[in-house]
């Protein structure tokens, strides 16, 4: 049975994927969340929602509306049409944040009594690529998503946008494990990060975001999640890979030391020396995590990532 191949043509035009690459090697040419903006949840909803490209977005509504929340968002347009399934997922989406929560402090037991800002980016870009680990290993495609996996895919990229920040310019960030309600307090006060350079903000209440932001970075006390090795394997491999990327930007040397250990964490026990191998390595645990064959060949300096 040949892998299965994502059914969007707009998702490979938004990756930008070289026609000599492959379809093997589209995690390679995305940051992480990109990969997921272009496929449908069983709703018919873009999980990129705004974000998504504009054939993507066509035909489904996206209620835009002054933010009511009395913080820094106030009277700004949000997309309320995103936070009807969230809140109707909830639930689930705290449920499946803690038990991949304990899954993930079983494979890195320094993590159980609380997430540094290294494993806070890590363990949401696991929760991140649970879609498109889905898409790969042929238990959903495009317009198949389940609406929970994607309302979960939406509220966690704050997470991760929050813990990149911090982690890649460490002027006065926490250190350790990071205590929950403070670090919130930054992510609105400091980072503004609940605000898009588009203008949109975040159409989550404060108290909602509290709660999620909690069950991803707090101490864990859940039992890990029996089948979550597959995804664990194939997010950690994708976010070391998203590093290995990054690692070779000439803006990001101030980080090089820091985010190579992660890297490392996260691939062990690879050892590749070049960064091609290391690319090459990442891309085939990616494969064989969701039930594929190795990528031919290996990773070429050619190619790139649209940035």
């Not at 009395?70 to 995103?82: E, F």
């Not at 317009?143 to 895919?153: H, I, R, S």
Request: aromatic share 8%; net charge neutral.
């Amino acid at each position: 049975m040949n892998p299965p191949r994502v059914p969007n043509e707009h998702l490979w035009r938004h990756l930008g994927v070289p026609a000599d690459a492959g379809d093997a090697w589209v995690e390679a040419f995305t940051p992480l969340q990109y990969a997921a903006y272009a496929l449908r949840d069983t709703s018919g909803r873009p999980l990129g929602e705004l974000n998504a490209p504009a054939p993507v977005r066509a035909g489904t509504r996206f209620d835009v509306r002054p933010c009511p929340y009395a913080d820094a968002r106030h009277g700004h347009p949000m997309n309320a049409g995103a936070l009807g399934p969230v809140r109707d997922h909830l639930p689930w989406i705290a449920d499946a944040l803690s038990t991949l929560r304990a899954a993930y402090a079983a494979l890195h037991p320094t993590t159980v009594e609380g997430l540094d800002l290294a494993h806070a980016w890590s363990f949401s870009a696991i929760a991140m690529a649970l879609p498109f680990f889905l898409v790969r290993s042929g238990a959903a495609e495009d317009g198949t998503v389940p609406v929970e996996v994607a309302a979960l895919f939406k509220v966690v990229q704050g997470v991760a946008m929050s813990a990149w920040t911090d982690w890649v310019t460490p002027t006065e960030a926490p250190s350790g494990p990071i205590a929950p309600e403070p670090w919130v307090d930054r992510m609105f006060e400091r980072h503004r990060l609940f605000h898009r350079r588009t203008g949109r903000v975040c159409a989550g209440p404060e108290t909602m975001i509290r709660e999620l932001v909690t069950r991803c970075v707090a101490p864990t006390t859940s039992t890990p999640a029996a089948d979550a090795d597959g995804l664990l394997t194939y997010g950690s491999s994708w976010a070391a890979l998203e590093l290995e990327l990054w690692l070779l930007a000439p803006s990001f040397l101030h980080a090089v030391p820091r985010v190579q250990a992660h890297s490392d964490r996260l691939m062990a026990p690879t050892h590749a020396s070049t960064p091609a191998d290391r690319i090459t390595a990442a891309q085939r645990r990616i494969r064989e995590a969701s039930g594929q064959a190795p990528p031919p060949g290996r990773w070429e300096d050619g190619w790139h990532r649209p940035t």
